[in-house]
């Protein structure tokens, strides 16, 4: 696609329950990154693909939070008994190469009541 | 560990006029890279400017430009001519020599006054 597209845009969910945030990074982008962004506060890192592998995983706060990209392309960020300060924005960002700098989406959203 | 800092909060700017946005960060790396993202309203995180730390030229893109001083650790943007549209929160963000990862400073905030 055109741009780095993530679904849903915003998403509200009880304390406890099981949620799943989509990527659809831009076509032929090898590397996929995931971040987190609390407010007032910058993006902080998550996970970063390279491929169909989690090459980083080392900004997974706990192991409630789980990332896959099985084919190398679309990636699920999953969060399992969702707490209310994983409220924050979910950002993706992909790349061709890293160094010259990433695409971001526009961010899920996510408020956990 | 890298850290970056970004000590104003908030700014603002007459139309037209110029501002200068200030960045520090810390690392025990010799070779890098330093960036500025815009982020508006929408949430999108959009690339402003970027620098290789090894050129001792600072960046331009139009009317953005930076002052980077590798001795001192500092990285600022300079936006001249400022337009409505540059009403945005501005992340600084430090990127090591393999490019896997960002750190992002806590933003300013940045408001254009007509």
């Known amino acids: 696609g055109a741009g780095v597209s993530q679904t849903p845009s915003n998403k509200v969910t009880e304390k406890g329950k099981y949620v799943e945030l989509r990527c659809d990074p831009i076509?032929?982008?090898?590397?996929l990154y995931w971040y987190r962004q609390s407010l007032g506060q910058g993006p902080e890192f998550l996970i970063y693909?390279?491929?169909?592998?989690?090459?980083?995983d080392s900004g997974l706060p706990n192991d409630r939070f789980f990332a896959v990209r099985p084919e190398g392309s679309v990636s699920t960020l999953k969060i399992q008994r969702t707490e209310r300060g994983d409220s924050a924005v979910y950002l993706c960002?992909?790349?061709?190469?890293?160094?010259?700098?990433?695409?971001f989406g526009s961010g899920t959203r996510l408020t956990v009541v | 560990a890298q850290t970056v800092t970004q000590s104003q909060p908030e700014m603002s700017v007459q139309e037209a006029e110029t501002v200068t946005l200030s960045c520090t960060y810390d690392?025990?790396?010799?070779?890098?890279?330093l960036f500025w993202y815009k982020q508006p309203p929408s949430r999108q995180m959009i690339l402003v400017i970027r620098?290789?730390?090894?050129?001792?030229q600072n960046a331009t893109e139009n009317r953005f430009s930076v002052n980077f001083q590798k001795a001192a650790k500092s990285f600022s943007l300079k936006i001249s001519d400022s337009q409505l549209g540059d009403t945005a929160m501005y992340f600084c963000?430090?990127?090591?020599?393999?490019?896997?990862?960002?750190?992002f400073g806590t933003g300013t905030s940045l408001t254009v006054i007509p």
């Open positions: 620098q290789e730390a090894y050129k001792q």
């Open positions: 076509s032929g982008h090898t590397a």
């Open positions: 693909f390279q491929g169909t592998g989690a090459a980083d």
């Open positions: 690392t025990s790396e010799s070779n890098y890279y």
């Open positions: 960002a992909s790349s061709l190469n890293g160094q010259l700098g990433y695409t």
């Open positions: 963000a430090f990127m090591p020599w393999t490019g896997n990862q960002f750190y």
